[in-house]
């Protein structure tokens, strides 16, 4: 008798990629004060450094529509494991090697962010082709090890520079570059099954003339905008709102942000066969609509925080379970709608941070303002989920193959 595939060494080396990307997206930002006085790089230029992360994944995520069907899962999914790791440690030494320190973080950068928006578009589509029950669960489950991983980058940081010094920082970044290099030797032994039969996906041209399709894209957009928005301003308000240092604004703010994610997708993951996913998504879509008021308008600064924090439980479905709906109403979209959705969801996390941003400074400084502001996703999210409601309980609006 032949060996059954053993898919639990796949969704170790997913759970693994999910911590990949938290690592690529949140490990440099720890560091943009010690590149400021380390190397005199000022901060309009240290700025760029996210937004070329964040353009860089965003054009991975296109171009993978194109070429991952080709190329085929796993040695794209290699290869993302392989270009993070190499990003990473070429952050520890570009830097120190080229006349220009901040064109070698940017090098570093678009490395890791390649391997980044890789892992976004492949992991995802690789754990619902497994022959697993509950995907709902899984799929909710799976993406909470991003946000494991987003609370393990900052507290082992801090615990690093607390015990060794910032001035150590290549070391630890050499340390976190073990993660994806160790992780590429799982991708490579592990199975890993097809989303559809070669030629049977659906085509772009196809996928685009569905209305449910723009309509899941939008979902995304609205996903990525509503978790993004609050979590890459959380230190600052915290920060602003409390008159507390870096460090506490981190761990009350990002932190404590991502561990309330992670523990909601969690109990989603575990809950999920008893619960409707649409349901479930418009609850926490109108709770999210209440974290955002709560943060924006409550003149108490830990009624501000508490809305910041529980923002991380209302936001932490959202993704994945779009994720799941689009795998659920359209199962013929292959890779393509996957990389598209990611696309869609990158957009978002670009979108919204950079809208609170914008109107934040339109109104003196004020965080308050760009958050009232960021409000509009989560509303915008919930329309759509109606909308959906309405469109996949009408036959006429089905995808036809």
Known sequence: ??????????????????????????????????????????????ALIPTVFYLTQLLIDFAATKFVDKIGYRICVVVSQVVSAAGLMLLAVLPELLPSPFAGILIAVVFYAMGSGLIEVLVSPIVEACPFENKDGMMSLLHSFYCWGAVGVILGSTLFFTAFGVANWQVLT???????????????????????????????????????????????????????????????????????????????????????????????????????????MLVCGALCISC????????????????????????????????????????????????????????????????????????????KIGLLFATIFPVVLIFALFVLKRMVENPSCKPRL
């Open 1 to 46: 008798m032949s060996e059954q595939p053993n898919y639990r060494k796949t969704l170790l080396a997913c759970y693994l990629g999910f911590i990949t990307q938290a690592i690529s997206a949140n490990f440099a930002p720890l560091l943009f004060l010690t590149f400021k006085s380390a190397y005199g790089i000022p901060l309009e230029r240290i």
């Open 174 to 280: 050499l340390i976190w570059a073990l993660v994806p290099l160790y992780n590429t030797f799982n991708f490579i032994v592990c199975p890993i099954e097809r989303l559809v039969e070669d030629g049977k996906g659906m085509q772009i041209r196809k996928l685009f003339r569905l209305p449910l399709f723009w309509l899941l894209v939008l979902l995304m957009v609205c996903s990525g905008a509503s978790e993004a928005s609050m979590a890459q301003w959380a230190s600052a308000f915290t920060e602003s709102a409390m008159g507390v240092s870096k460090t506490v604004g981190d761990l009350a703010g990002p932190c404590l942000f991502a561990v309330l994610m992670g523990i909601s997708r969690v109990l989603y993951g575990k809950m999920s066969e008893k619960l409707d996913l649409t349901k479930n």
């Open 292 to 367: 955002y008021l709560l943060a924006s308008l409550s003149s108490s600064p830990v009624i501000g925080l508490a809305g910041c924090a529980l923002c991380g439980i209302s936001v932490g479905i959202m993704w994945p379970g779009t994720i799941s709906i689009s795998a659920q109403k359209c199962p013929m979209g292959g890779t393509a709608m996957f990389a598209f959705l990611a696309l869609a969801g990158d957009l978002g996390a670009t979108v919204g941070p950079s809208m609170v941003g914008r109107f934040s400074g339109m109104a003196g400084g004020d965080l």
